[in-house]
């Protein structure tokens, strides 16, 4: 492979990576604004919707514009919003509080995002969009002066050691004058040209959480369509941020999931077993007793908000949506945000044609405007559950008027020395409660995934320097990777001579990110694998 390979090369007027909320938005916009422009939208899930992921409770304005007589034709689950509860949950016992104002659904609909996307594909189709599912882009591509002039597709038909398979495809490249990168949260290109162009210089550091789900078909009795349930508080310590959510379908389906802020503390915390401890909380547990887990996935979400939020161009280029950072975390929605931001991003290039202004535009935009309303909430939690929701009262009353912003922290950061810890572990903290409602454990959890890597292929997990997981990692932080990743994907094994290595199961996958974030020394990095590989989300 060290000669260079002779690559297709491919042009249009526009190109946008991913095919979600973002994208999938832009690309539509650009087309009912001008119809003869040539759209290439890149999807690296094996179909459109396959990899998105969300609770999800959706805004639909963006949509009411970009889709006038959807509801004529609504997603195969869209189930109107009828109330809201909150919870403060304890170890044995809960508590209803009023529901935050932000978290006031009336007129939202509840969805499945990834069957929102897949709706929403053909609908691009029949303005002329070109969308390539199974092509994810593997780094992006600048011109000789500089400005991103496209992406390149990863090579397919390699083995584990980066050697050409029978079979063997090359990438190609895919160029045009404006690129959008719509790939989601931490997404593979944006992480790039954002330290590339030095976007984040001026903005707190990105802040994260990761998100569970499940979706359970249930006995009639025990499924309240319509009914939007988020809790606070157990199994989580007061010290951590999160919480957990449970939205009643139709067709006797529940989808419930489990957040939990990154900047977490405890090196010893697993979020994929605090999920399972969730679900067998006594408010909780009676709704899914009886019924069967249908399909499970994971996904970072990007939290840090208006303070946090880079600048989204650069020569030839934006970052829209959940790459950028535009998810309303008091809200606990980001589809609305993510596909306003792409319909801002075509109406900036129909009007200009080119990227330039468009950071400026988006913060001026009603998705700014946001932001910046709500940008204290979320890190007043850094003091723990209490202040947080003291200060989160205090910015409600003020609807976002303090003279101050408050600051985020890198997630990395936040993670403490297993020598600094003087508590319980987490598992002693939480209150620990057998568990019999399925998933048993996180490899039957990537089963209800369906993710799908061929073996035989680059390990898309790149650890920089395993030396310091074995000879640092495992005696200042206890080897955390084993811990949060939510897919079994990292093992602290014996080898042959009886010493301690990584394995890495990097067919495990399910692409949340996590361990691109949170790992303590960042030196994981996430790449994309082949085209088309990862999990296949079922109705999530």
Sequence with gaps: MSEPIERDVMAYDVLVVGAGPAGLAAAMRIKQNAPDTEVCVLEKASEVGAHNLAGAVVETGPLDELVPDWRDD????????????????????????????????????IVSVGN????????????????????SAAEALFDEAGA???????????????????GFTPGIEIHAPVTLFA???????????????????????????????ELWKVPESQCRP?????????????????????????????????VVGLDYADPRLRPFEAFQQFKHHPRIKPMLEGGEIIS????????GGWQSLPKTEMPGAVILGDAAGTLNVPKIKGIHTAMRSGMIAADHLHAHGTADGFDAALRASTVGAELKKVRNIRPGFNKGKWVGLLNAGWETITKGASPWTLSNHADWQATRRLDDLDSPTPEDAQGYVDRDLPPRDRLASVYFAQTE???????????????????????????????FCPANVYEMVENETGQAELKINAANCVHCKTCDIKDPYQIINWVVPEGGSGPNYYNL
């Excluded at 919003?81 to 009336?106: C, I, K, V, Y």
């Excluded at 991103?148 to 029978?166: E, F, H, I, S």
């Excluded at 890597?453 to 206890?478: A, F, K, M, N, W």
Aim: charged share 20%; glycine share 10%; with cysteine.
């Design 74 to 109: 609504p997603p195969a689950i869209c189930v109107d919003a009828a109330d809201d509860e909150f919870w403060m949950l304890h170890q044995d016992g809960s508590r209803r509080l009023p529901t935050p104002p932000q978290q006031n659904n009336h007129g939202n609909v």
């Design 116 to 135: 929102l996307m897949s709706w929403l594909a053909p609908k691009a189709e029949a303005l002329g969009v070109e969308i390539y599912p199974g092509f």
């Design 148 to 166: 991103v002039r496209g992406v390149r597709t990863p090579d397919m038909g390699l083995d584990r050691a980066g050697q050409p398979k029978n």
């Design 183 to 213: 790939e989601g949260c931490r997404g593979n290109c944006s992480k790039q040209l954002i330290q590339h162009f030095e976007l984040d210089r001026h903005s707190d550091p990105q802040t994260y959480g990761i998100g569970l789900k």
């Design 226 to 258: 319509g009914l939007i349930q988020h809790t606070i508080g157990w199994p989580l310590d007061d010290d951590t941020y999160g919480g957990g959510f449970v939205y009643h379908l139709d067709d006797n389906r529940i989808a419930i999931g489990f």
């Design 296 to 303: 499970a996935g994971a996904r970072a979400l990007v939290e």
């Design 453 to 483: 890597h061929d073996e035989d292929q680059p390990v898309h997990l790149q650890v920089l320097d395993t030396s310091i997981c074995i000879e640092r990692c495992t005696h200042e932080y206890g080897n955390p990777c084993t811990r």
